[in-house]
């Protein structure tokens, strides 16, 4: 038994979080210092297990196996392959760059009391409550949920930390506002909760459905095992019955297709993201919703390859939905967040696509997309953040002539905004084009049809731009600073890494193409053959 | 006749104080009620432990006398206090579990 | 030698990133980095050159294979480099063109506090350009087409506080946005047929598939080259870029972006061959365009604009030449060249113009200047001559060829391409005529502007006059020294191939006819702007006058339509989003709410009903148990 | 009685076979007065009567010691316990067997029919037919007591112990629960009498209807103006408001009595009446 590093790895996050809760109250900075240190150290572990991953090499690697319950067969299963641990990569990045963003987010303002959706006594005393280290606390928590999901080999394992995530989650978005809100505090509190709420009751029900599902899957399959139920499937000792399948595959999909979120289940991410904070919003849409998206790729492709191929076609349908109209909603927007959530859902409707399109270029570019996404959604979200709080507004209409004043800030907003666009060179063009292509050769009219989505996707990336950043310098504006070095330390680094992997994405592919050819075996698909090489 | 006579008395009589409990307002009946349904279930545990041969039953049934007795101290206290403070020994009056 | 070619695009992509990232450190050395670094690559082109001049016409493609980009199961995207003789000539006139206009913009961006950027972006289109013209496969192509494009959309919103700059370089993104939809959809379909979207391979497996595929591939590319080149019908954007600084206009919306389509179409000519539909459609888009761009060229008084339209109509010719297949894929190129050197002199001579005028565009309100600003005249005029086709110079020989070359067409397709291109050759001679006369002769026409300044034009400094001496040199020389001995021809031959076609009527009539219209056309202009003296606010003038200021009404449609109807759509969609999406899940929470209100009255406080509900539950769960035993 | 019986028999003997039938109905009889009886008393009563039955019953089946225990414990103390508060509450409202829920008396009536119905169908289901006396468990360790005994101390002791606790712990909450708190200090002699002298009620207090026509605990007597004197009236029913409003009821009586009396002597007002007609009446 060699040292369990995927746990440490999620471990690690988790200790970190109740350290940075116990710190007292008046010791802000410190727990501050805490959280980022913890998360630094998090990417250092994640780094290893990325070096330690061999793309030739087993499925599953650095497995743990422990019996966990054992009346029921679950056990504590750890396992990373190609797709996990390009994940699990871009979330142990991603959260240094959160905490930093959020730096200064969850310090009390004298109407924090107002702010806070956690009652007590102690809200009325603010030298006892402590929103800075919840804050923080919460973050790593998340951070360790999503570690855990994306290495975890066991369905049940997988379910509870796919459920467990939304209370940290919750608190989050309902406890820590934007402090940049229209209207009263009164009002912006109740505008919180109830985006709380929903993202908690969307996901819920998703969870609980899934829940069925899961035991539904245990009473056909006698496992809870990944790995041992997909042999079984492989090996022809394990076959349902051709409904039993689709039922089970629904129920999972459902669960996913709201966290991804994919159209009509989607209304809940632009309250969300519109009305936590910033680097809040990033953690939903660049870090939470990845596991949906994870998870198709994962649970239901492998465990149910034929209802999969069965339900492809509507599911395409919907994605290409997701994307036409996420972006059209996106063009429509006044609010800067709600602009950016939009465009979210758009992307995830690609990622969706290049999943069920099942071709190697399609998933490939699905995962790459996951990851790119995040790169690219942080960059734009956090600049947009550093922005709002400048003006103290969310709304396009109070901005303009940004860029004369900040250049720089209204520069790496534009390459975050063009990465949003997938400009070639960027990361972002890679994994989309992968995308598009992989649709393309499966079904034609599906990729001409998703094609448009990068006309739309210029259109509002530009549009926001435009309003924001050109024209005359609005009143407000002016005497606005430019980026400050805890910015920029951000900003940078999340641009190098897009233009980075935009001219060389292969770190990433290497170790994705493996994962996908496993997967295209789970749902015996063959590429299409080009028509040329046929006809020889 | 056959022993089993005395579970149906039993349990005529369970049904009985039941529908008493169910039935009156008077704190003090109701609870005469509850003793009344406590004996019956006393009544099946001496039958069965006469059927299985064997003493058990009847040391549960004891217990159940000695926690009974406790119980009617207990019950009868609160019955009082309550009587103390709202000059009414009511069960409907009350209805403390809706605030 | 092949190192080499990297280092081409190297270079200027150097230059963006120092510039770019350098801070305000830069500022003062900023231009001379940009120049500098455009220059070296232009001299590393030249290198190149004069080694592929020294080995055998066949073997002078250079091949240089980088890394492999996207590796992916059964698609292989790499970044390599290809260096034949079209990718050269790209290349030379890219990085010639391109280091005068560094040199120019010197002179012309001198008070502009942000000049180090403008020559960042500069070093980036460069950059983005020279990696369309040498890259090996269309992947990589398109990188460089959309980087030309955020190129030209930084450049075109230079000066981004100008809200009407902003907005053309939005406009102008979004419209190559859709042509780049073309590409992107041309690449994927390549990647069905055949597996790969290398030049080598795709082209010469061209013979082994489907006429249909071939037909919707050229046409995906001709969507593309519209976008790019300003065709119609997505010309609409050139005009409006005429917002960014005056170089910009010069190097990328007159020599070399606005040109990629044709190098596109060119560089896919085996896909154009096999598909003689996709080659009708693109020889109509020219011959639409180059009268569009003609009739649009005639109405506008503001000189650049005038400029543009007449951009586009040249860009119709090259457009139409490529069409006619290896006819004209030669002629199409050396027309490109040409046009190069004296658009791109026209334009800086416009450009030096304003720099006298402080910044007036209006031609109504130049008159004269020739006695002001002698070199610039000169210069202009050379370039005027050469794109009206005076005979001997540039765009007399490449004009030419291409009448010729849509005669030799063949057919009735063949005369109606003829006389179309003769009547565009006599519209151009009008329209520059007009620019000419309202520009340079005639009395003066200026007065002081809103803060009563009045304009006194003067001659623009050395830096600014060398580069448009050059250029015109460039426009005088070149065709000749083209077409002797067919030179450009064998140049260009193994990459494109050649043939004559079978013309119906000879080059020399041809030539006689191109000059009888050319002279009715400079006629007209002069009885109509020579003779009488010009109003300073335009007159009314006819229907078509008002159609072709406004674009045609091409603009007004477009609004109509797309803006217009794209608004409502997305508000009709958020309105949809909000009320019956969110609506439906709310009603369902809502509804729950009331459910429980109403099963709240349950819980009535009473602890006998409580007893009874306990009590039934016990009986019910007898029952149960009953049942269970009796089943 | 059954202790000399075989193992494994069906039947018992005759004699308890009567003896049930007999003490079954009474049992029967005494816990529907239970719940039926109006007054708590006679509800005390009743159930005490059925416990005796039951009593018997544990003495019949052989379990000789919870027989006795029952008697004493139950019927002797437990029901004694109740009787004492019966009086310390005393008769409320409460008591009247008016239903104030609504459908309440319906649902108990549905419940208790199907849970009785239920219950006996699965004792009926179950097989139970053969028994096997006590007679071997009893004889183990010679006689009932030292079998319980026995096992109490061995296997329940546990169990044992802790109702210990429990029944120490009943006792003390008990006695929080009743005990109240003496918040002022006594009232010297000296103090009682002082005030006595100061309030309008120097004479010791007018004992019920001694002023009014007859005698009844809870009617005031009537002053020599003949209003009612609240003072009359022990404290307790004042406490429970049980005090019997003398003066309307005696109004209407009159209203009653010339009516009557018109009637019978034919004439508007009779004469003056004598004192014991009108007591009978009033009485009524």
Known sequence: MSFPLLTATAALPAIGAIATAAVPAARRTAAKWLALTVSLATLVLAGIVFARFEPGGERYQLTESHAWIKDFGVRYELGVDGIGVALLALTALLIPFVILAGWHDADPSPSSQLRSSRGGPNETNPYHWRPTQGFFALILMVEAMVVLSFVATDVFLFYILFEAMLIPMYFLIGGFGDRAHAGSDENAAAQRSYAAVKFLLYNLAGGLIMLAAVIGLYVVAGSFSLSEIAEARADGSLDMATSTERWLFLGFFFAFAVKAPLWPLHTWLPNAMGEATTPVAVLITAVVDKVGTFAMLRFCLQLFPEASKWATPVIIVLALISIVYGALLAVGQRDIKRLIAYASISHFGFIVLGIFAMTSQGQSGATLYMVNHGLSTAALMLVAGFLITRRGSRLIADYGGVQKVAPVLAGTFLIGGLATLSLPGLAPFVSEFLVLVGVFSAYPVAGVVATVGIVLAALYVLVLYQRTMTGPVREGIGGMPDLKVRELAVALPLIALLIFLGVFPKPLTEVVNPAVQHTMQDVQKKDPQPEVEAAK | MNPVNYLYLAALLFTIGASGVLIRRNAIVVFMCVELMLNACNLTLVAFSRMHGNLDGQIIAFFTMVVAAAEVVIGLAIIVSLFRSRHSASVDDASLMKL | MENLIALLVAAPLLGAAVLLCGGRRLDRAGHWIGTVLAAASFVIGAVLFTDMLGRGAEDRALHQHLYSWIPVEGFQADVAFQLDQLSMTFVLLITGVGTLIHIYSIGYMEHDERRRRFFGYLNLFLAAMLILVIADNYLLLYVGWEGVGLASYLLIGFWQHKPSAATAAKKAFLVNRVGDMGLSIAIMLMFTTFGTFAFGPVLEATGDTSEGKLTAIGLMLLLAACGKSAQVPLQSWLGDAMEGPTPVSALIHAATMVTAGVYLIVRSGAIFNGAPDAQLAVVVVGAVTLLFGAIVGCAKDDIKKALAGSTMSQIGYMILAAGLGPIGYVFAIMHLVTHGFFKAGLFLGAGSVMHGMNDEVDMRKYGGLRKFMPVTFLTFGLGYLAIIGFPGLSGFFSKDMIIEAAFAKGGTEGWILGSVTLLGAAITAFYMTRVMLLTFFGEKRWQPDAEGHEPHPHESPKSMTIPMIVLAFGSVFAGGFFSIGDRFVHWLEPVTGHDHGHAPVSATTVTAATMVVLVIGVAVAWVMYGRKPVPVVAPRGSLLTRAARRDLLQDDFNHVVLVRGGEHLTRSLVYVDHTLVDGVVNGTAASMGGLSGRLRKLQNGYARSYAVSMFGGAAVLIAATLLMRAV | ???????????????????????????????????????????????????????????????????????????GAIMMLFLFVVMLVGVTAADSLKETLKGQRWLAAACGLGFGILLIAGIGQASLRTFNGLGTANARHGGNVEGLANLIFTKYVFAFEITGALLITATVGAMLLTHRERTERAKTQRELSQERVRSSHLPPLPAPGVYARHNAVDIAGLLPDGTPSELTVMQTLRQRGQIRDVSSESLADLKALEQRSGERLGRDRGPERDPAEEEEEVAK
Do not use: C, D, P, R
Request: glycine content about 8%.
């Open chain 4, 1 to 75: 009685m059954s202790a000399t019986l075989a193992a494994a028999v069906t039947t018992t003997s005759t004699g308890e076979a009567v003896q049930f039938w007999i003490l079954g109905t009474v049992a029967v009889i005494g816990a529907l007065s239970t719940v039926l009886m109006k007054k708590a008393v006679h509800s005390a009563l009743s159930l005490a009567g059925t416990m005796m039955v039951l009593a018997v019953f544990y003495l019949a089946n052989g379990a000789y010691f919870l027989g006795i225990v029952q008697i004493v414990v139950y019927t």
